[in-house]
C-alpha cells in the first residue's frame, strides 16, 4: 500500500508541475501518431527493395535537411521575438513570412537557372543507380522543401501557443494517417520505382494538408512591414541558416560516404537502423516544446542552468529507459521476422547509435544557450568544426568498416559537440554569472 501511495504522491506532483503537464499533452497524441508511422515503417520495408528504401531515405534526407537552411533561421527569431510581440502576434508573423517568401523565390530562381539542387541530388547519389532517375525526383524534392520550410514556421507557432498544440497534433495526425494510407495505396497500384512513388505522392499529400493549416496559421497577420524587427530576425536567423546550410552536410555526411563506398543496399540497412533510433526523437521534441517558453523567461542565469540540468537529467533518463524498450522491439521484429532477413545487421548496430542519439540530445538541449546568449553566430564555428572532423573520420573508418565505420565516426563527433556545448552554457551561466542585458528578449515570471 505504501508503494501505491508513494506512487499516487508522484503522479500528483508530476501533473502538478507545468512543464510535465505540457511535455505530457505534446507528447500523448505524438506518441500515438508517431508509434503509427513506426509500424506503417514495417509496410513500406515489405512494398520496397533494400535499394529503393536506401535511395529514399537519401532523398528525403537530402528534402529535411535543404528545408532545415532555407527556412533561412526565421523559425529561430519567430521563437526569440515570441513573448516579445505576444500582444501583436499578427505584426511579427506578417514580417518573418515576407523575408521568407522573398527568400524562397531568390532561391528557387537561382536553383532554376544554376542547377545547384540538381547537381547537388547527383554527386549525393549518382548517375549509375539503378533505377534512379534524376529528372523525375526534381519538382517533388521542390515541393517538399517548400512545404517543410513553412510547417517549420507554423509548428513554431502552435507550439509556442499553449492554446494551439491540439492544432499542432490534429495537423501531424492527418499527415500520418491521410499521406501514409494514399502514398501505401498508390505503392500497391503503381508498377513504378517505389522509391520515386513513395516521394512524389507523400510530398503532394502533404503539401495538400499543410495548406489548410498554414492559411488558419496567418489568419492574424497584420500586414506592416517592420524594418527594424527584419533587421532583428535577419541578426538572428542568418547565422542559424548557416549553422543549418553546415548541418544539412553533416547530416548527409555519413550515407553519402557509405554509398560511395558500399551500395544502395547496405545504405538502406543502415537508414533503418537510423530510423529506428531517431524515434528517441518524438520525446525530446516534446519536452524542448514544453521547455521553450519558459526556459527563455528566466532572466538569471545561474538559476537557468541548474534549473535545465535537473530537467535535463531526467530526460536522460527516460531516453536511456525508451532506448532499452526501442532494441526489445527491434530484436522481437528481427526474431519473428517481421521483416526481410536482409536487415538482420541493422539490430547489431543500435545500441551504439541509441547512445550516439542520447548523446545528441543533451548537447541539443545545451545547445539552446547560444540563443537564450543571443549568440547564434557561434554554432556557424562549432558546426564547421563538428563537420570536418565527422568527414574526416567517415572517410578514415567506413572504407575499413562500413556501416560501423560511420556509426563510430558519429559517435566520435556527437561527443566533442557535446562536450563544447556542456562547457560553453556552464562557462557563461554558472561562471561568468550575470543577469542578461536590459534589451534580453524575456521577462522574468
Known amino acids: 500500500m505504501k508503494l501505491i501511495d508513494l506512487a499516487k504522491d508522484y503522479y500528483k506532483a508530476f501533473m502538478a508541475n507545468e512543464l510535465s503537464n505540457r511535455f505530457l499533452n505534446l507528447l500523448s497524441v505524438d506518441v500515438l501518431i508517431k508509434a503509427s508511422g ?23 534526407n537530402l528534402v529535411g535537411s ?23 502576434i499578427g505584426k511579427l508573423i506578417f514580417n518573418v513570412n515576407l523575408i521568407l517568401f522573398l527568400f524562397l523565390i531568390i532561391a528557387y530562381l537561382i536553383f532554376y537557372y544554376t542547377l545547384v539542387d540538381f547537381n547537388l541530388l547527383n554527386f549525393l547519389i549518382g548517375k549509375d543507380i539503378k533505377n534512379f532517375n534524376l529528372p523525375r525526383f526534381r519538382l517533388w524534392i521542390w515541393v517538399g522543401i517548400t512545404t517543410q520550410v513553412f510547417v517549420f514556421m507554423m509548428n513554431n507557432y502552435f507550439v509556442l501557443s499553449k492554446r494551439k498544440i491540439r492544432i499542432f497534433q490534429i495537423y501531424n495526425a492527418s499527415k500520418i494517417i491521410i499521406t501514409n494510407g494514399l502514398t501505401i495505396f498508390a505503392l500497391y497500384q503503381m508498377d513504378l520505382d517505389k522509391a520515386y512513388v513513395r516521394l512524389k505522392y507523400s510530398m503532394i499529400v502533404d503539401a495538400f494538408i499543410t495548406l489548410p493549416f498554414f492559411l488558419y496559421y496567418i489568419r492574424l497577420i497584420r500586414p506592416e512591414v517592420d524594418f527594424k524587427l527584419i533587421r532583428k530576425c535577419l541578426l538572428i536567423g542568418l547565422p542559424c541558416m548557416a549553422t543549418g546550410i553546415i548541418g544539412s552536410i553533416y547530416g548527409l555526411t555519413d550515407r553519402k560516404i557509405l554509398l560511395d563506398f558500399t551500395n544502395a543496399a547496405t545504405l538502406g540497412v543502415y537508414t533503418y ?5 531517431g524515434n528517441l526523437w518524438i520525446f525530446l521534441q516534446a519536452f524542448l516544446n514544453a521547455f521553450w517558453p519558459n526556459f527563455l523567461e528566466e532572466k538569471d542565469t545561474r538559476k537557468s542552468f541548474l534549473h535545465t540540468m535537473r530537467v535535463t537529467k531526467k530526460v536522460m533518463l527516460l531516453l536511456t529507459i525508451i532506448s532499452i ?55 556557424i564555428f562549432t558546426s564547421i568544426i563538428s563537420l570536418t572532423i565527422n ?28 562536450l563544447f556545448n556542456y562547457s560553453y552554457a556552464y562557462y557563461n551561466c554558472i561562471y561568468r554569472y550575470h543577469t542578461p542585458p536590459k534589451d534580453h528578449i524575456s521577462t522574468s515570471k
Do not use: H
Open 66 to 88: 535543404l528545408a532545415l537552411f532555407m527556412n533561412f533561421g526565421l523559425f529561430v527569431a519567430q521563437t526569440t521575438f515570441f513573448n516579445e510581440f505576444k500582444d501583436n
Open 325 to 379: 524498450g526501442m532494441f526489445a522491439f527491434a530484436w522481437f521484429v528481427d526474431y519473428f521476422k517481421i521483416i526481410n532477413l536482409k536487415y538482420k545487421e541493422s539490430i547489431s548496430f543500435m545500441p551504439l547509435m541509441l547512445v550516439t542519439q542520447i548523446i545528441i540530445a543533451f548537447s541539443t538541449i545545451m545547445a539552446n544557450y547560444f540563443i537564450y546568449f543571443k549568440r547564434t553566430y557561434i554554432q
Open 273 to 277: 537502423s537510423l530510423v529506428l533510433t
Open 38 to 60: 513506426l509500424a506503417l515503417m514495417y509496410v513500406y520495408l515489405r512494398l520496397m527493395s533494400l535499394e529503393e528504401y536506401g535511395i529514399y531515405g537519401m532523398v528525403i
Open 391 to 418: 568527414w574526416q573520420l567517415c572517410l578514415l573508418l567506413i572504407p575499413a568498416y562500413s556501416c560501423w565505420g560511420a556509426i563510430w565516426a558519429t559517435l566520435i563527433t556527437a561527443g566533442v559537440s557535446c
